[in-house]
Nanobody, 125 residues
Framework: AVQLVESGGGSVQAGGSLRLSCVVS?????MAWFRQVPGKEREAVAA???????FYADAVMGRFTISRPSAKHTLYLQMTSLQPEDTGMYFC??????????????????????WGQGTQVTVSS
């Protein structure tokens, strides 16, 4: 079974930064970060695949950076200029399929077969 383990969550004040990490046990072509708040659907924050295709939600564009160094078994999400609306449980997701070429749609939870347990991010004003 594929295992994903997230770390790096915590509590920060608005304007602060955090870096989330996700270690995956088996190489996966596509990896992503999703965020969920109570009572709402899990939504994609950022995604990347082996071929360099990336996605960012409009709300985090320019503030968050998803990266996957050459080791490829670790996914990062560098979060800067954090705002209270960034608060939520952040989940790492992985799938063996690459993002289809030219696909610019927002990733869905159904696009990913493997999930971590989540790490909480809380931003206070």
């Amino acid at each position: 079974a594929v295992q994903l383990v997230e770390s790096g969550g915590g509590s920060v004040q608005a304007g602060g930064s955090l870096r989330l990490s996700c270690v995956v046990s088996i190489y996966m072509n596509t990896m992503a970060w999703f965020r969920q708040v109570p009572g709402k659907e899990r939504e994609a924050v950022a995604a990347t695949d082996t071929f360099g295709t990336t996605f960012y939600a409009d709300a985090v564009m320019g503030r968050f950076t998803i990266s996957r160094p050459s080791a490829k078994h670790t996914l990062y999400l560098q979060m800067t200029s954090l705002q209270p609306e960034d608060t939520g449980m952040y989940f790492c997701a992985a799938d063996p399929r690459p993002i289809p070429s030219g696909d610019r749609r927002t990733p869905l939870t159904t696009d990913f077969r493997n999930w971590g347990q989540g790490t909480q991010v809380t931003v206070s004003s």
